[in-house]
């Protein structure tokens, strides 16, 4: 049996954006992803993450990785590159343990979304192929390179990038004539463990390509990459998910929408004067698509345990149903009563909310939705996060996005 060590790189010293690798991504830390596709490959045997932060440590061991080893500071900085860091896990690994793995694949944390079955389709690549020094991703590239050029200075001629073999001025040929061509990626590399320390790279001179789907490209660096990501993470794509975090699609047909109050209505913030009355706040933005969705067939509703009397008054200004009060005390089973009474198959509903008593409206409903600002725990358990707040128009995006894709 060949030994294969999953190894994945995840420093803490972030500049672009800070704690990244424990940062939520879609629910679950980002660096939980990579160790996902590791721990659900059949080939890999050993999943170890390389790191100099004991907080990224302790959140990889959580979910099922090993931090034998702390990585060196010196090998932790910005301009360090993979290889040494590779290097010196091996030779720790050698000289601690006498473990000498016979592949490592590198899964790197910014690419969080993967196909089922890559790591081991990279694997098999590689061991089907004597002479293979390594596999790597790649998808197609969304820029040509023969249309590309070498910059010499704004008073100098410009120098095509590339040229194509039997193609003259491939920078004037169409598309569809030239060469295709393919990005790296960084969801993976499988690397014999003898091209890195006997020829000391990470791929060596004989790559072969795992040719990924280019949906699946996803590369994360910035904050606004975050959230354009995060959001094909909930609409469906089949891709390796955390343990438990299999995320549902929008059902196709959409009977009712049951939204907590606190939370999503409002901030979830309470303001109390010197004689104990309370007030809240929340978005006008919510109501304005309402009557929309009633006309065509989908009631809104708020499902709330909040006794104060402002639930009320806020779903009659927005023209909607509520329920709350003392007696809800188990709101699962009080979203089962309201379904009960409606004549409402469980799959036809939406529930939104933000808080650990909406989790079990999570499990009845057939899509659940978050706002980015709810708890850790329903932040995994939802099908899809909104970018928008409590309190300030959640309800009206989760509207917004039912109807266009009606």
Request: charged letters at 25%.
């Amino acid at each position: 049996m060949t030994n294969t060590l999953a190894l994945i790189p995840a420093r803490g010293g972030s500049k672009g954006i800070p704690r990244k690798n424990i940062r939520s991504f879609a629910g679950w830390p980002l660096i939980a992803w990579s160790i996902a596709a590791a721990k659900q490959s059949s080939a890999v045997t050993r999943v170890i993450v390389s790191t100099d932060d004991d907080d990224i440590a302790a959140v990889a061991r959580q979910f099922g990785a090993e931090t034998p080893f702390m990585r060196p500071i010196e090998l932790a900085r910005d301009n360090t590159t993979d290889l040494p860091v590779f290097e010196h896990a091996l030779k720790w690994l050698a000289d601690n343990e006498n473990y000498r793995p016979d592949v490592v694949v590198q899964l790197r944390p910014t690419s969080p979304i993967r196909p089922r079955g890559m790591v081991d389709d990279a694997i098999n690549i590689l061991l089907a192929h004597a002479d293979a020094d390594s596999v790597r991703g790649v998808v197609p590239a969304a820029q040509n390179p023969f249309k590309m050029w070498r910059f010499n200075g704004e008073g100098n001629p410009l120098q095509a990038l590339v040229e194509a073999d039997g193609i003259p001025e491939a920078y004037n040929a169409p598309r569809q004539i030239l060469p295709p061509v393919y990005w790296q990626t960084g969801h993976i590399d499988a690397i014999r463990t003898s091209t890195i320390l006997n020829k000391h790279s990470l791929t060596g001179e004989v790559i072969y390509p795992l040719v990924i789907d280019s949906k699946y490209s996803v590369d994360i660096d910035t904050l606004s990459d975050w959230a354009k990501y995060e959001a094909i993470v909930f609409s469906g794509l089949e891709m390796v998910v955390p343990e438990g975090g299999q995320k549902r699609p929008m059902p196709k047909e959409i009977k009712l929408i049951i939204s907590d109050f606190d939370g999503v209505i409002t901030d979830n913030r309470v303001w109390t004067d010197q004689d104990g009355r309370e007030s809240v706040a929340a978005s006008r933005s919510d109501s304005m698509r309402v009557a929309q969705l009633r006309e065509r067939g989908i009631e809104v509703l708020i499902l709330s345990s909040e006794t104060n009397p402002v639930v009320q008054a806020r779903a009659k200004k927005m023209k909607v149903e509520a329920i709350h009060g003392v007696g809800i005390h188990d709101k699962g089973a009080a979203l089962r009563e309201v379904l009960a009474s409606k004549k409402v198959s469980a799959e036809h509903v939406v529930y939104i909310g933000n808080d650990w008593n909406d989790l079990p409206c999570f499990e009845i409903a057939g899509w659940a939705v978050a706002v980015p600002d709810a708890y850790p725990e329903v932040l995994r358990a939802a099908d899809y996060v909104l970018q928008t707040r409590g309190g300030f128009g959640a309800l009206r995006e989760l509207c917004d996005l039912i109807l266009k894709n009606l």
